[in-house]
């Protein structure tokens, strides 16, 4: 009996490392395909545009693909710069200072919107108009996301959907 227990001991250590492994793979491959294109878009952003030192990056994905990366122009000013994924389109630099910022963009929807919990707040870009990408719990329980205008501060798009 206790070679039995032994034997069953290591073939389930076994799988559980096989199992493991495997998670690994598919978490690293996850995150390399959510990573894809973040030098190349720094490289175009600083190579197109006024933007100088880049301080981080994320991947918008909407009607379509941007890289936004936010960093410092020549004059240590902040700016965002929106790359899209395509790169015959050329790159779109805005200071921060010509927008809303993040902070008064939540102002906005909580003001109008009055959601439950706020989820994440990000830049995005949909046809060559810049926004703050606002996603929320609302009061009736739906995820919700808001497009506040990055220049105006209005909300130019909303969705809601059922949970």
């Known amino acids: 009996m206790g070679r039995k227990l032994i034997l069953a001991s290591i073939v389930m250590a076994i799988v559980l490392l096989i199992a493991l492994a495997g998670f690994i793979q598919v978490y690293q491959s996850a995150m390399s395909q959510k990573n894809s ?24 994905n909407g009607l379509e693909q941007y890289f936004v990366v936010s960093g410092k122009n020549e004059n240590n000013k902040n700016v965002y710069v929106w790359v899209p994924e395509d790169s015959k389109k050329k790159p779109v630099l805005k200071l921060a200072s010509e927008g809303i910022s993040e902070k008064e963009a939540l102002e906005i929807v909580n003001r109008e919107q009055n ?9 995005g870009m949909e046809k060559n108009v810049p926004f703050w990408e606002i996603k929320y ?14 220049t105006n501060g209005e909300i130019q798009k909303h969705i809601a959907i059922k949970k």
Do not use: C, M, W
């Not at 719990?137 to 996301?145: E, L, S």
């Open 137 to 150: 719990i609302d009061d009736q329980n739906r995820y919700t996301y808001d497009f506040v205008n990055f």
């Open 115 to 123: 959601p439950q919990k706020i989820i994440s707040a990000q830049l």
């Open 37 to 60: 294109g973040h030098d190349q878009a720094i490289d175009q952003a600083t190579g197109q545009t006024e933007l100088k030192n880049a301080e981080s990056i994320y991947t918008f």
